[in-house]
């Protein structure tokens, strides 16, 4: 009798050992962030985590130094590279600092991708950026356009003259408002420069007023001027009357949105940032792509991630906020 259980019991753990189940441990990967107690990064972990679940073997790390500085994040990877995890997900504090550290991590067989602030080449095998400049400019025209009905005069409330960032999207702006035919109706009267000041973008948008009495819409693609543009076309009586788009935190336009000064404004949303780095990462681990140019990842809700040259990962057009998901987004950043 003792020597038939035995031999149920091999019989069972044999079976269990074929089956491949249960016992595997999940897959360890390290969401590394400029530092803790930032509501943009929890956002990117919540993301993490829910990529980590619709996945399945895979368990989600998050650290942070206390203070945000590259000497805090290098102690951080030293210590996950001694725990041997799967794979390192970091907003870098300093692109190239961290490169010999993040290096030796890639010795060791563990994945590095780097988000949001991205590391410099040769220190990651991936940067996933939230967007890029013909994304952006095209959307911003885009969410204007719906705004006004396609007609009508608008202007751009800009952050420095300077600002190569946006001087890129503000080019693919004039561009698309000259080449498509969707807005041959619209006129681009000015282009005006706030330095990301409150005080000064304020004044260049009731200036833009006063300049432009048949003004229809403002695109500022600046999370300063936007905000400021807001208060203008509220303080002025303009609500409905000038329609107002950019890039904008939801913390900061809340208010535009719920007063209608702001119908909808763009930004990228966290949540799918640090959802897509996890996708990106499980990929590399699981050698279903090598970070190598044309690479295509296959990234849940997110659909498919297109690897380019030097490691480089666009997420996709910005998300949009309007009256219907602000008010939740605004408790994040």
Request: proline share 3%.
């Amino acid at each position: 009798m003792r020597k038939a259980w035995k031999l149920l019991a091999l019989a069972l753990v044999v079976a269990v050992i074929g089956s491949g189940a249960v016992f595997a441990a999940p897959l360890k990967i390290a969401m590394v962030v400029k530092g803790m107690g930032n509501p943009f990064f929890d956002a990117c972990r919540d993301g993490a985590n829910e990529a980590a679940q619709a996945i399945g073997d895979l368990q989600v790390i998050y650290q942070g130094p206390a203070t945000p500085t590259a000497e805090g994040q290098i102690e951080i990877i030293n210590s996950l590279i001694a725990q041997k995890v799967d794979g390192i997900i970091i907003s870098a504090n300093d692109k190239d600092a961290l490169i010999p550290i993040t290096k030796k991590a890639m010795s060791r067989g563990i994945k590095v991708i780097s988000f949001d602030s991205g590391i410099s080449v040769g220190g990651r095998m991936v940067d996933l950026v939230p967007s890029e400049t013909q994304l952006i400019g095209k959307q911003q025209v885009e969410l204007i356009g719906k705004l006004i009905n396609y007609q009508g005069e608008i202007a751009i409330l800009s952050a420095t003259s300077q600002a190569t960032n946006q001087n890129a999207w503000i080019d693919v702006m004039k561009k698309e408002l000259a080449s498509n035919s969707k807005y041959a109706n619209m006129k681009l009267d000015a282009v005006v420069y706030g330095d990301d000041l409150s005080d000064k973008s304020y004044r260049e948008a009731t200036g833009l007023f006063d300049s432009y009495p048949n003004l229809k819409g403002i695109i500022a693609p600046t999370t300063v001027g936007v905000a400021a543009a807001g208060k203008a076309i509220t303080d002025k009586g303009l609500i409905g009357k000038v329609q107002l788009t950019g890039l904008g935190l939801p913390s900061e336009m809340k208010f535009y949105v719920d007063n209608g000064a702001c119908q909808q404004f763009a930004l990228w949303n966290p949540v799918d940032l640090g959802y897509t780095a996890t996708y990106i990462t499980y990929a590399l681990i699981k050698k279903q792509v090598s970070g190598k140019d044309g690479d295509v990842v296959k990234a849940g809700r997110m659909g498919n991630v297109t690897i380019a040259k030097d490691g480089m990962a666009v997420m996709g057009l910005p998300f949009v906020f309007n009256k219907d998901n602000v008010e939740k987004f605004s408790k994040i950043f």
